[in-house]
């Protein structure tokens, strides 16, 4: 079976500490799969919060996932504090790739990775946007 790689970046762009709550676990113990998605939606509202936006409102347009990847490196378990980092990356004309990287909060050990394909969206007329110039200029490598 081939294995997607994330690549992770040498910085970040945000991040934020989130507790593994007990409804977080499945039946093996463990932070189940699906949470991990949950932990990057999180972050990623907790980032666009942060620079006055939201996923309906980046600079007058919104934004809409359109696709995901999780590469999972240790299980994760009740009482821990995630530290999860987020950076732009790829930059398109109307889309961007979102990175996380998850980790223990207190030991700093990486316990795996996402990205998320983002686009940006004019919700009223349900057609892609171009990304905001503003955007593009603050993220542009």
């Given at each position: 079976?081939?294995?997607?790689?994330?690549?992770?970046?040498?910085?970040?762009?945000?991040?934020?500490?989130?507790?593994?709550?007990?409804?977080d676990?499945?039946?093996?113990?463990h932070?189940?799969?699906q949470?991990?998605?949950?932990y990057?939606?999180?972050?990623?509202v907790?980032?666009?919060?942060?620079?006055?936006?939201?996923?309906?409102?980046?600079?007058?347009?919104?934004l809409?996932?359109?696709?995901?990847?999780?590469?999972f490196?240790?299980?994760?378990?009740?009482g821990?504090?995630?530290?999860i980092?987020?950076?732009?990356?790829?930059?398109?004309?109307?889309?961007?790739?979102?990175?996380?990287?998850?980790?223990?909060?207190?030991?700093?050990?990486?316990?795996?990775?996402?990205?998320?394909?983002?686009?940006?969206?004019?919700?009223?007329?349900?057609?892609?946007?171009?990304?905001?110039?503003?955007?593009?200029?603050?993220?542009?490598?």
């Open positions: 079976m081939s294995r997607f790689k994330i690549e992770l970046p040498d910085s970040w762009h945000f991040e934020t500490q989130i507790p593994v709550r007990i409804t676990l499945n039946y093996g113990g932070v189940g799969n949470h991990f998605l949950t990057m939606h999180e972050a990623r907790q980032w666009l919060n942060q620079e006055g936006w939201s996923e309906m409102d980046v600079e007058g347009v919104g809409i996932m359109s696709d995901a990847a999780v590469r490196r240790r299980e994760i378990f009740y821990s504090t995630l530290q980092k987020l950076a732009v990356a790829e930059l398109g004309m109307s889309s961007f790739t979102l990175i996380y990287g998850l980790y223990d909060a207190v030991s700093a050990e990486w316990l795996g990775s996402g990205q998320t394909g983002m686009a940006f969206m004019d919700y009223s007329s349900r057609k892609l946007a171009t990304m905001p110039s503003s955007f593009r200029t603050k993220y542009a490598p």
